[in-house]
């Protein structure tokens, strides 16, 4: 179970992540993202960060390999940063995430959707937050992302 997520927003949809596995939160811009060729198109780009490459997965497409939408970058724009077995990973997100303590009150269900990469459905205050699976999400990708990079 999980002590403290870290709760975000993609799309309409509420988004939770192990507190434990986040190194940092990004700010992008010019000067240290770019994306590259040739790439399977789940991975968005490269962030350049404290002198490391590190792959950057694009978030919705990770959840639905159909989707058609490009990237989009504003002011606002991050990247969690994440180190999972020993590997940096970035992913996408529009805003700031919130540090949320977990309880044994909080709701659990599975999900409706995405259930390859969500684990369960948690209720904080109101929200329905859908917890990724780590292992699914980060390693499960077009034959192992480990391998890729």
Do not use: C
């Not at 434990?20 to 990004?26: A, D, H, L, P, R």
């Not at 303590?101 to 995405?114: A, G, I, N, Q, T």
Request: net charge negative; aromatic share 10%; hydrophobic share 45%.
């Amino acid at each position: 179970m999980y002590e403290e997520i870290l709760v975000f927003r993609s799309g309409e949809s509420f988004f939770g992540i192990d507190e434990k596995i986040v190194k940092e939160v990004v700010l992008v811009s010019e000067t240290n993202f770019m994306q590259i060729p040739r790439v399977p198109e789940v991975i968005a780009g490269i962030l350049y960060q404290n002198s490391e490459l590190i792959p950057v997965i694009n978030f919705q497409r990770r959840l639905n390999p159909k989707y058609s939408g490009g990237l989009e970058f504003s002011v606002t724009t991050n990247v969690l940063v994440l180190e999972y077995k020993g590997n940096l990973f970035g992913i996408f997100i529009n805003e700031l995430p919130t540090k949320t303590k977990v309880d044994k009150s909080m709701k659990l269900k599975k999900p409706s959707k995405f259930k390859e990469v969500i684990a369960e459905v948690l209720t904080v205050d109101t929200l329905e937050v859908q917890m990724l699976d780590t292992e699914n999400f980060l390693v499960k990708l077009d034959g192992n992302i480990l391998e890729v990079f």
